[in-house]
């Protein structure tokens, strides 16, 4: 029997979105500026350890969760540079900032998707839950336009701190 291609199976069950195509490259665009995200805060460790950005990327993706890889850098902020207070506070407002968008977006993964009854709208239901929520085009650019703007600040504020960095920090031993 001849293998049919995935166009010749007139049964097949595909998501609602494809009716939202805009929709759907939203959630798609949004999952990889997540991932941009995802790589400045590596950066941010290595800017806040004084090291090459790939080692901190090492270290900073070996948990595979991403609330676990912020946890580092919540941790490791105050004792590298606790003569800095203003920068560890810095660091951890754009930490929660990047918690908080890696939460919605994981919403947005995890979600049953349909379509609005009314417009064109997609509603999500969130699995196990049985709550729907609606989502319009405009707010799903809204989430991106805000993870692409965190993710330049990150950047921004990594290639500026680099020049002040007090590449003194001292050994670990001498904060007990």
Known sequence: MASKSLRDLNDLQVTAL???????????????????????ISELLGTILGMHFL?????Y?????????????????PLALNQHPKKVKRINRFNERA???????HQIIHYFWTLSETGDDIRGEKMGGFRL????LKQL?????????????????CHGFRDEHPKDIRPLREYW
């Open 18 to 40: 494809v009716q939202r195509p805009k929709h759907a490259q939203a959630i798609g665009i949004l999952t990889i500026e997540i991932s941009r995200l995802e790589r400045s």
């Open 61 to 77: 993706f070996t948990p595979n969760s991403n609330i676990a890889r912020m946890d580092i850098i919540s941790n490791v902020a």
């Open 141 to 157: 650019e809204a989430q991106i336009l805000d993870v692409q703007k965190l993710t330049t600040e990150i950047y921004k504020y």
């Open 133 to 136: 929520k609606t989502f319009s």
């Open 55 to 59: 080692l901190a990327e090492a270290i």
């Open 99 to 105: 918690k908080a968008a890696m939460g919605k977006r």
